[in-house]
């Protein structure tokens, strides 16, 4: 009974998420061209022509850049809400009616042996929702894109054995960068992204001892670094007496392919 996952890309210039059980294999977005997208894949072994399908979380450019492309090229179903669809429509070429599918926010969809579960975010699109996966008693949870982390949201994602979870910025880096202050208050505010800190502490609150690994997404390229992404979220786990193990994200280079055990 296998659950697997790669990142295979994260951040501001594209995100996309590849997730497989012993008979499914789904992607989360394709926010890269098509041909970075098929490099991706070639990078973790795997064959976009195997999806059993794409999941969308919102229409912004670095989460459907590569999505009507790929979904073309291997005929493949795409499931998304119906705002996110009519958002989306212009921006992804035509696709023919047997590929459309709704997914609606707050939905479990079953997937063969995978139980995939929508929940809304907070977020400047349409009506964004991010996904909970869960197969033979594992559970995978993708959180990124999110001005903040409602009870509700924590209680969706809690007790996860994994996390990809967003440290978009540092906020005094974001403070004193180079951003018209319009993006720096959009970023900062309810419907824009996670910090470091605000990520730490969010953790902090939905981890268990099921919890063996964090991938820390969705890093801006200006307002953030690796290592202080880190370094913030592990001190705040580490003070109140959390041992987890904290990986990167890139948003270039997929994650090696890791077994939920």
Known sequence: MTLRFSVLASGSSGNAFYIESDKEKLLVDAGLSGKQMDKLFNDVHVSPADLSGILVTHEHSDHIKGLGI??????????????????????????????KFIFNMEEVKTFGDLDVESFGVSHDAAEPMFYVFRHAGKKVALVTDLGYVSERIKKTVEGADAYI????????????????????????????????????????????????????????????????????VGNILTERGIQVDLHDTDPAVPTAMYEVG
């Not at 073309?72 to 998304?80: D, F, G, H, S, T």
């Not at 960068?177 to 309810?190: A, E, H, N, Q």
């Open 70 to 99: 790929l979904a073309r090229k291997y005929n493949l179903p795409i499931y998304a809400n119906e705002k996110t669809w009519k958002a989306m429509e212009g921006s992804i070429g035509k696709l023919s009616l047997d590929q």
């Open 165 to 232: 979870f967003e440290a978009n910025h540092d906020v005094g880096m974001l403070r004193m960068g180079r951003y018209p202050w319009s993006v720096k208050r959009r970023i900062l505010g309810d419907s824009g992204h996670v910090s470091n800190e605000d990520c730490g502490l969010a953790l902090t609150d939905i981890i268990d001892n099921n919890t063996k690994r964090i991938y820390l997404a969705h890093l801006s390229k200006d307002n953030n670094m690796k290592d202080l992404a880190r370094m913030s």
